[in-house]
């Protein structure tokens, strides 16, 4: 398996753009997340989803952003409209629940590193 | 809420020899499992070493080992014979009630 892969890599943006950040989790995994990468902040959970419907969404900052998951192997995190405080690291990672957790915690991919001018 | 904590943002260790980082956490779980993450300045995260919170034995992963103190709620991260490869930031994490809480990391500098 190629891994938890996210598009883009790198993304510039200017303030008050859409941003649509990309996710394929492994296949065969049920759960996937959605965290945030700041120095301020460290690493928080936005979103998590749970064969494909979401589970808990507490850690979304505001109604600017929004995911979803329309199938078991997509997800994206939209941003609309983009701020410059909304840079960051962006994670997507995946995994088994439960079984997984035991053999390998959660698969993370790349991440994205949003930079809104 | 869980919450982890590290301490000592920056650790230098010279190549060759030991260095740990220390992990304290808070959970009202009973059930839960431990993970330290590196992650180089590629900036993937990697998981280096995983606990489950039942097991008594404390895991080791070839040069990376744990010392999980369950009553103290401690989990510390011990590396040997450190390597340059190893220079990365650290992240110790705790997997319960159905998410996975991270601490804000420690970064390792290793000297040649």
């Known amino acids: 398996d190629a891994g938890v892969i996210q598009s883009p890599r790198h993304e510039v943006t200017e303030m008050g753009q859409e941003v649509t950040l990309r996710c394929k989790p492994i296949?065969?995994?049920?759960?996937l997340f959605w965290y945030r990468q700041t120095m301020m902040r460290g690493l928080e959970l936005l979103i998590y989803f749970n064969n494909n419907v979401p589970i808990d969404d507490s850690g979304m900052p505001e109604d600017r952003f929004s995911a979803k998951m329309p199938n078991a192997s997509f997800s994206t995190l939209k941003i609309q409209p983009s701020e410059p405080r909304d840079s960051a690291v962006y994670f997507c990672?995946?995994?088994?629940?439960?079984?997984?957790?035991?053999?390998?915690?959660?698969?993370f991919g790349s991440g994205t590193r949003l930079t809104v001018v | 809420a869980q919450t982890v904590t590290q301490s000592q943002p920056e650790m230098s260790v010279q190549e060759a020899e030991t260095v740990t980082l220390s992990c304290t956490y808070d959970?009202?779980?009973?059930?839960?499992?431990l993970f330290w993450y590196k992650q180089p300045p590629s900036r993937q995260m990697i998981l280096v070493i995983r606990?489950?919170?039942?097991?008594?034995q404390n895991a080791t992963e070839n040069r990376f080992s744990v010392n999980f103190q369950k009553a103290a709620k401690s989990f510390s991260l011990k590396i040997s014979d450190s390597q340059l490869g190893d220079a990365a930031m650290y992240f110790c994490?705790?997997?319960?009630?159905?998410?996975?809480?991270f601490g804000k990391g420690n970064q390792v500098v290793v000297i040649p």
């Open positions: 296949s065969g995994h049920n759960s």
């Open positions: 606990q489950e919170a039942y097991k008594q």
């Open positions: 959970t009202s779980e009973s059930d839960y499992y």
């Open positions: 994490a705790l997997y319960g009630n159905n998410r996975l809480a």
């Open positions: 990672a995946s995994s088994l629940i439960p079984g997984g957790l035991r053999d390998y915690g959660y698969t």
